[in-house]
Protein backbone atom coordinates (compact mmCIF):
# COMPACT_ATOMS: atom_id res chain seq x y z
CA UNK A 1 0.00 0.00 0.00
CA UNK A 2 1.57 3.34 -0.89
CA UNK A 3 1.27 6.03 1.29
CA UNK A 4 1.22 10.06 1.20
CA UNK A 5 2.30 12.59 3.41
CA UNK A 6 -0.63 15.28 4.43
CA UNK A 7 0.58 18.86 3.97
CA UNK A 8 -0.35 22.16 5.38
CA UNK A 9 -1.48 25.05 2.81
CA UNK A 10 -3.04 27.46 5.02
CA UNK A 11 -4.17 27.67 8.67
CA UNK A 12 -7.19 25.52 7.84
CA UNK A 13 -6.10 23.37 4.89
CA UNK A 14 -4.89 19.93 4.30
CA UNK A 15 -3.45 18.57 1.49
CA UNK A 16 -1.89 15.37 -0.19
CA UNK A 17 -0.47 14.59 -3.89
CA UNK A 18 -2.56 12.24 -6.22
CA UNK A 19 0.19 9.68 -7.51
CA UNK A 20 1.26 10.10 -10.83
CA UNK A 21 0.26 6.70 -12.34
CA UNK A 22 -3.63 7.04 -11.02
CA UNK A 23 -3.40 10.49 -12.66
CA UNK A 24 -2.35 9.59 -16.06
CA UNK A 25 -4.07 6.05 -16.23
CA UNK A 26 -7.71 8.28 -15.33
CA UNK A 27 -6.35 11.67 -17.46
CA UNK A 28 -6.49 13.84 -14.34
CA UNK A 29 -4.04 17.11 -15.17
CA UNK A 30 -4.20 20.34 -13.53
CA UNK A 31 -6.97 22.32 -13.10
CA UNK A 32 -9.32 19.16 -13.09
CA UNK A 33 -11.97 18.36 -10.67
CA UNK A 34 -12.16 15.62 -9.01
CA UNK A 35 -15.35 13.70 -7.15
CA UNK A 36 -14.06 13.14 -3.27
CA UNK A 37 -16.76 10.85 -1.16
CA UNK A 38 -16.53 10.15 2.36
CA UNK A 39 -17.37 6.73 3.74
CA UNK A 40 -17.95 5.00 6.78
CA UNK A 41 -15.07 3.37 8.66
CA UNK A 42 -13.16 7.15 7.97
CA UNK A 43 -12.83 6.47 3.83
CA UNK A 44 -12.14 9.20 1.83
CA UNK A 45 -12.55 7.96 -2.26
CA UNK A 46 -11.28 10.11 -4.61
CA UNK A 47 -12.51 10.08 -8.07
CA UNK A 48 -12.24 11.60 -11.44
CA UNK A 49 -14.63 12.91 -13.56
CA UNK A 50 -14.90 10.24 -16.04
CA UNK A 51 -16.15 8.10 -13.60
CA UNK A 52 -19.01 10.19 -13.63
CA UNK A 53 -19.60 11.10 -17.33
CA UNK A 54 -18.72 8.43 -19.36
CA UNK A 55 -20.77 5.55 -20.95
CA UNK A 56 -18.68 2.15 -21.05
CA UNK A 57 -18.29 0.32 -23.92
CA UNK A 58 -17.93 -3.14 -24.45
CA UNK A 59 -17.10 -4.84 -28.28
CA UNK A 60 -17.58 -8.61 -28.39
CA UNK A 61 -15.79 -10.34 -30.98
CA UNK A 62 -18.02 -12.79 -32.61
CA UNK A 63 -15.73 -15.21 -34.72
CA UNK A 64 -14.34 -17.61 -32.15
CA UNK A 65 -17.23 -17.44 -30.25
CA UNK A 66 -20.33 -19.95 -30.92
CA UNK A 67 -23.69 -19.17 -30.13
CA UNK A 68 -23.85 -19.69 -26.64
CA UNK A 69 -20.22 -18.30 -25.46
CA UNK A 70 -21.89 -14.55 -27.33
CA UNK A 71 -24.70 -15.05 -25.12
CA UNK A 72 -23.16 -15.41 -22.23
CA UNK A 73 -20.47 -12.93 -23.18
CA UNK A 74 -23.19 -10.43 -23.34
CA UNK A 75 -24.85 -11.20 -19.95
CA UNK A 76 -21.31 -11.09 -18.27
CA UNK A 77 -21.09 -7.39 -19.71
CA UNK A 78 -24.50 -6.31 -18.62
CA UNK A 79 -23.73 -7.78 -15.08
CA UNK A 80 -20.04 -5.56 -15.27
CA UNK A 81 -21.93 -2.64 -16.29
CA UNK A 82 -21.33 -1.87 -19.59
CA UNK A 83 -24.13 0.89 -21.26
CA UNK A 84 -23.33 -0.01 -25.06
CA UNK A 85 -22.31 -3.60 -26.04
CA UNK A 86 -21.39 -4.24 -29.52
CA UNK A 87 -21.40 -7.50 -31.27
CA UNK A 88 -19.31 -7.98 -34.34
CA UNK A 89 -18.13 -9.98 -37.03
CA UNK A 90 -14.75 -9.82 -38.37
CA UNK A 91 -14.31 -7.07 -41.40
CA UNK A 92 -15.31 -8.02 -44.27
CA UNK A 93 -17.77 -10.28 -43.16
CA UNK A 94 -21.14 -10.91 -41.61
CA UNK A 95 -22.87 -12.31 -38.30
CA UNK A 96 -24.65 -15.65 -38.81
CA UNK A 97 -27.42 -16.21 -37.95
CA UNK A 98 -26.94 -18.25 -34.52
CA UNK A 99 -25.20 -14.99 -33.57
CA UNK A 100 -27.96 -12.70 -34.46
CA UNK A 101 -30.13 -15.34 -32.41
CA UNK A 102 -27.86 -14.92 -29.28
CA UNK A 103 -27.79 -11.15 -29.25
CA UNK A 104 -31.74 -11.45 -29.04
CA UNK A 105 -31.85 -13.99 -26.80
CA UNK A 106 -29.51 -12.39 -24.06
CA UNK A 107 -32.06 -9.18 -24.81
CA UNK A 108 -34.81 -11.18 -23.66
CA UNK A 109 -33.44 -12.62 -20.95
CA UNK A 110 -31.94 -8.86 -19.77
CA UNK A 111 -34.10 -6.11 -17.94
CA UNK A 112 -33.35 -2.62 -19.91
CA UNK A 113 -31.55 -4.43 -22.79
CA UNK A 114 -32.68 -3.59 -26.61
CA UNK A 115 -31.21 -3.50 -29.83
CA UNK A 116 -30.60 -0.09 -31.47
CA UNK A 117 -28.42 -0.65 -34.51
CA UNK A 118 -27.89 -3.69 -36.40
CA UNK A 119 -26.11 -4.04 -39.61
CA UNK A 120 -24.55 -7.58 -41.67
CA UNK A 121 -21.67 -7.22 -39.39
CA UNK A 122 -22.50 -5.65 -36.14
CA UNK A 123 -25.49 -5.02 -33.67
CA UNK A 124 -25.69 -2.83 -30.88
CA UNK A 125 -27.57 -3.39 -27.64
CA UNK A 126 -27.95 -0.84 -25.06
CA UNK A 127 -28.83 -0.59 -21.93
CA UNK A 128 -30.87 2.34 -20.10
CA UNK A 129 -31.48 0.94 -16.68
CA UNK A 130 -30.79 3.85 -14.37
CA UNK A 131 -29.28 2.67 -11.00
CA UNK A 132 -31.27 5.62 -9.28
CA UNK A 133 -34.74 3.51 -10.52
CA UNK A 134 -33.80 1.24 -7.73
CA UNK A 135 -32.65 -0.27 -4.55
CA UNK A 136 -30.68 -3.39 -3.80
CA UNK A 137 -33.09 -3.13 -0.90
CA UNK A 138 -36.30 -3.13 -3.00
CA UNK A 139 -34.60 -5.31 -5.76
CA UNK A 140 -34.04 -8.58 -2.66
CA UNK A 141 -37.41 -8.48 -1.73
CA UNK A 142 -38.56 -8.80 -5.26
CA UNK A 143 -36.64 -11.57 -5.76
CA UNK A 144 -37.49 -13.05 -2.46
CA UNK A 145 -41.26 -12.42 -3.32
CA UNK A 146 -40.99 -14.07 -6.78
CA UNK A 147 -39.81 -17.00 -5.52
CA UNK A 148 -42.13 -17.63 -2.70
CA UNK A 149 -44.93 -16.92 -5.29
CA UNK A 150 -43.38 -19.33 -7.35
CA UNK A 151 -43.13 -22.05 -4.41
CA UNK A 152 -46.56 -21.45 -3.66
CA UNK A 153 -48.49 -22.18 -6.93
CA UNK A 154 -45.92 -25.26 -7.70
CA UNK A 155 -47.28 -26.73 -4.32
CA UNK A 156 -50.58 -25.71 -4.98
CA UNK A 157 -50.00 -27.28 -8.40
CA UNK A 158 -49.57 -30.60 -6.65
CA UNK A 159 -52.41 -30.29 -4.20
CA UNK A 160 -55.07 -29.48 -6.80
CA UNK A 161 -53.60 -31.54 -9.85
CA UNK A 162 -53.54 -27.91 -11.43
CA UNK A 163 -50.79 -27.72 -14.48
CA UNK A 164 -51.83 -24.30 -15.76
CA UNK A 165 -50.26 -23.28 -11.63
CA UNK A 166 -47.32 -25.45 -12.41
CA UNK A 167 -46.64 -23.40 -15.80
CA UNK A 168 -47.41 -20.60 -14.34
CA UNK A 169 -45.00 -20.71 -11.31
CA UNK A 170 -42.28 -21.41 -14.54
CA UNK A 171 -42.69 -18.64 -16.58
CA UNK A 172 -42.47 -16.72 -13.24
CA UNK A 173 -38.38 -17.86 -13.44
CA UNK A 174 -37.56 -15.79 -16.22
CA UNK A 175 -38.40 -13.05 -14.22
CA UNK A 176 -36.59 -14.08 -10.78
CA UNK A 177 -33.35 -14.50 -13.83
CA UNK A 178 -33.83 -10.73 -14.74
CA UNK A 179 -33.70 -9.25 -11.28
CA UNK A 180 -30.96 -11.42 -9.93
CA UNK A 181 -28.69 -10.23 -13.34
CA UNK A 182 -29.55 -6.62 -12.14
CA UNK A 183 -28.70 -7.29 -8.84
CA UNK A 184 -25.18 -8.24 -9.82
CA UNK A 185 -24.89 -5.17 -12.55
CA UNK A 186 -25.82 -2.62 -9.58
CA UNK A 187 -23.63 -4.88 -7.24
CA UNK A 188 -20.54 -4.55 -9.61
CA UNK A 189 -21.47 -1.05 -10.45
CA UNK A 190 -22.01 0.51 -7.14
CA UNK A 191 -18.11 -1.33 -6.22
CA UNK A 192 -16.56 -0.06 -9.18
CA UNK A 193 -18.05 3.65 -8.43
CA UNK A 194 -18.65 4.28 -4.96
CA UNK A 195 -21.33 7.02 -5.88
CA UNK A 196 -23.58 4.89 -7.54
CA UNK A 197 -23.93 2.63 -3.93
CA UNK A 198 -26.09 5.89 -2.57
CA UNK A 199 -27.58 5.96 -5.64
CA UNK A 200 -28.90 2.33 -5.12
CA UNK A 201 -29.69 2.92 -1.11
CA UNK A 202 -26.30 2.25 0.54
CA UNK A 203 -24.36 4.45 2.51
CA UNK A 204 -21.12 3.00 1.81
CA UNK A 205 -20.14 -0.49 -0.27
CA UNK A 206 -19.59 -2.16 2.50
CA UNK A 207 -22.72 -4.81 2.30
CA UNK A 208 -22.39 -5.23 -1.25
CA UNK A 209 -20.21 -8.31 -0.77
CA UNK A 210 -23.44 -9.52 1.58
CA UNK A 211 -26.01 -8.67 -1.01
CA UNK A 212 -24.49 -10.64 -3.79
CA UNK A 213 -24.56 -13.81 -1.59
CA UNK A 214 -27.82 -13.26 -0.97
CA UNK A 215 -29.47 -12.21 -4.31
CA UNK A 216 -27.32 -16.02 -5.12
CA UNK A 217 -28.98 -17.70 -2.68
CA UNK A 218 -32.56 -16.30 -3.85
CA UNK A 219 -31.69 -17.53 -6.83
CA UNK A 220 -31.35 -20.54 -5.89
CA UNK A 221 -34.71 -20.83 -3.93
CA UNK A 222 -36.53 -19.75 -7.22
CA UNK A 223 -34.71 -22.57 -9.18
CA UNK A 224 -36.49 -24.98 -5.97
CA UNK A 225 -39.52 -23.51 -6.73
CA UNK A 226 -38.98 -24.21 -10.50
CA UNK A 227 -38.08 -27.95 -9.63
CA UNK A 228 -41.23 -28.41 -7.83
CA UNK A 229 -43.24 -26.43 -10.67
CA UNK A 230 -41.27 -29.68 -13.18
CA UNK A 231 -42.73 -32.16 -10.92
CA UNK A 232 -46.42 -31.30 -11.28
CA UNK A 233 -46.06 -31.15 -14.76
CA UNK A 234 -44.70 -34.51 -14.76
CA UNK A 235 -46.41 -36.10 -12.32
CA UNK A 236 -49.89 -38.81 -13.49
CA UNK A 237 -52.39 -36.16 -12.96
CA UNK A 238 -50.07 -33.43 -12.23
CA UNK A 239 -50.53 -34.72 -8.34
CA UNK A 240 -48.58 -36.12 -5.36
CA UNK A 241 -49.53 -39.30 -4.71
CA UNK A 242 -50.49 -38.97 -1.23
CA UNK A 243 -53.33 -38.58 1.42
CA UNK A 244 -54.99 -35.37 1.40
CA UNK A 245 -53.55 -35.00 5.35
CA UNK A 246 -49.82 -35.30 3.99
CA UNK A 247 -50.69 -32.83 1.44
CA UNK A 248 -51.67 -30.25 4.30
CA UNK A 249 -48.26 -31.18 6.05
CA UNK A 250 -46.34 -30.44 2.82
CA UNK A 251 -48.56 -27.11 2.39
CA UNK A 252 -47.90 -25.96 5.90
CA UNK A 253 -43.61 -27.10 5.62
CA UNK A 254 -43.97 -24.72 2.63
CA UNK A 255 -45.90 -21.87 4.46
CA UNK A 256 -42.84 -22.17 7.25
CA UNK A 257 -40.65 -22.22 4.84
CA UNK A 258 -42.05 -19.31 3.20
CA UNK A 259 -42.24 -16.98 6.44
CA UNK A 260 -38.40 -17.69 7.11
CA UNK A 261 -37.22 -16.68 3.88
CA UNK A 262 -38.74 -13.15 4.05
CA UNK A 263 -37.71 -12.90 7.23
CA UNK A 264 -34.07 -13.33 6.37
CA UNK A 265 -34.46 -10.89 3.97
CA UNK A 266 -36.07 -8.37 6.49
CA UNK A 267 -33.33 -8.74 8.99
CA UNK A 268 -30.86 -8.11 5.97
CA UNK A 269 -32.18 -5.01 4.56
CA UNK A 270 -32.99 -3.51 8.16
CA UNK A 271 -30.19 -4.51 9.86
CA UNK A 272 -31.53 -6.49 12.45
CA UNK A 273 -30.10 -8.92 14.42
CA UNK A 274 -33.46 -9.77 16.57
CA UNK A 275 -34.93 -11.08 13.33
CA UNK A 276 -31.89 -12.71 12.11
CA UNK A 277 -32.47 -14.84 15.94
CA UNK A 278 -35.68 -15.31 14.89
CA UNK A 279 -34.66 -17.08 11.47
CA UNK A 280 -32.17 -19.22 13.34
CA UNK A 281 -34.99 -19.85 16.00
CA UNK A 282 -37.81 -20.63 13.25
CA UNK A 283 -35.35 -23.22 11.28
CA UNK A 284 -34.86 -25.06 14.58
CA UNK A 285 -38.87 -25.68 14.91
CA UNK A 286 -39.09 -26.69 11.24
CA UNK A 287 -36.55 -29.61 12.73
CA UNK A 288 -36.62 -32.61 10.46
CA UNK A 289 -40.14 -32.26 8.91
CA UNK A 290 -38.50 -33.43 5.80
CA UNK A 291 -37.69 -36.89 7.38
CA UNK A 292 -40.87 -36.88 9.57
CA UNK A 293 -43.13 -36.96 6.30
CA UNK A 294 -41.12 -39.36 4.41
CA UNK A 295 -41.17 -41.70 7.30
CA UNK A 296 -44.67 -41.57 7.57
CA UNK A 297 -45.81 -42.51 4.04
CA UNK A 298 -47.16 -45.78 3.28
CA UNK A 299 -45.56 -47.89 1.30
CA UNK A 300 -45.53 -46.65 -2.32
CA UNK A 301 -43.86 -46.97 -5.82
CA UNK A 302 -40.04 -45.72 -6.26
CA UNK A 303 -41.21 -43.36 -8.75
CA UNK A 304 -43.89 -41.60 -6.51
CA UNK A 305 -41.38 -41.94 -3.62
CA UNK A 306 -38.71 -40.36 -5.53
CA UNK A 307 -41.13 -37.25 -6.50
CA UNK A 308 -42.50 -36.52 -3.05
CA UNK A 309 -38.97 -37.05 -1.95
CA UNK A 310 -37.43 -34.25 -4.31
CA UNK A 311 -40.55 -31.78 -2.92
CA UNK A 312 -39.40 -32.24 0.24
CA UNK A 313 -35.87 -31.88 -0.46
CA UNK A 314 -36.05 -28.22 -2.31
CA UNK A 315 -38.41 -27.18 0.50
CA UNK A 316 -36.15 -28.08 3.19
CA UNK A 317 -32.98 -26.29 0.70
CA UNK A 318 -34.77 -23.45 0.28
CA UNK A 319 -35.24 -23.25 4.56
CA UNK A 320 -31.24 -23.45 4.50
CA UNK A 321 -31.13 -20.63 1.92
CA UNK A 322 -32.57 -19.09 4.37
CA UNK A 323 -30.53 -19.52 7.23
CA UNK A 324 -27.45 -18.60 5.27
CA UNK A 325 -29.19 -15.45 4.55
CA UNK A 326 -29.87 -14.48 8.51
CA UNK A 327 -26.25 -15.00 8.89
CA UNK A 328 -24.95 -12.93 6.43
CA UNK A 329 -27.93 -10.16 8.31
CA UNK A 330 -26.01 -10.78 11.27
CA UNK A 331 -22.78 -9.36 10.45
CA UNK A 332 -24.06 -6.62 8.80
CA UNK A 333 -26.48 -5.70 11.42
CA UNK A 334 -23.55 -5.79 13.97
CA UNK A 335 -21.56 -3.83 11.89
CA UNK A 336 -23.70 -1.10 13.61
CA UNK A 337 -24.13 -0.02 16.79
CA UNK A 338 -27.16 -1.46 18.50
CA UNK A 339 -28.28 -1.89 21.76
CA UNK A 340 -26.25 -5.38 21.26
CA UNK A 341 -23.25 -4.03 20.40
CA UNK A 342 -20.92 -1.00 20.39
CA UNK A 343 -18.66 -0.21 18.33
CA UNK A 344 -14.97 1.64 19.63
Same mark, same amino acid.
Given at each position: ?? =????? $? ?7 ? =? ?13 ? *????? $? ?13 ? +????? &? ?18 ? +? ?28 ? &? ?17 ? $? ?12 ? /?????? =? ?16 ? *? !?? +? ?33 ? !?? @? ?27 ? /????? %?? !? @?? @? ?10 ? *? ?31 ? @??? %? ?43 ? &? ?6 ? +?
Amino acid at each position: ME =TRKVQ $RLGPSTLAM =TLPAEWASAHDVEKG *DEVSL $RMGGKGTLTVMPESV +QTEES &EAIIHAQNLDADAVERAIVA +QYVLGRRIIHVEAPEGQTLDSAHINAVYNA &ETQLMGLGVIEETPQRITI $RCSVDPEDFTLDNL /LERLES =TGSTMRNEAVKALAHGNP *D !LA +QRALNRERQANKIFVLLLRLIFTSYQNPNLARAVG !LE @DGFPLIGYRSIAKNLELTADNAEDIAEIA /LEAPD %HA !L @DV @DSSTMRRIRDFT *DEVNEITAMAVQAAVNRNYDTAIEVSEAYSDIG @DKE %HDILNDLPEMDNQKLLQVREVLVSLQQTAEYAVRNAEIATNLALD &EESEHTTI +Q
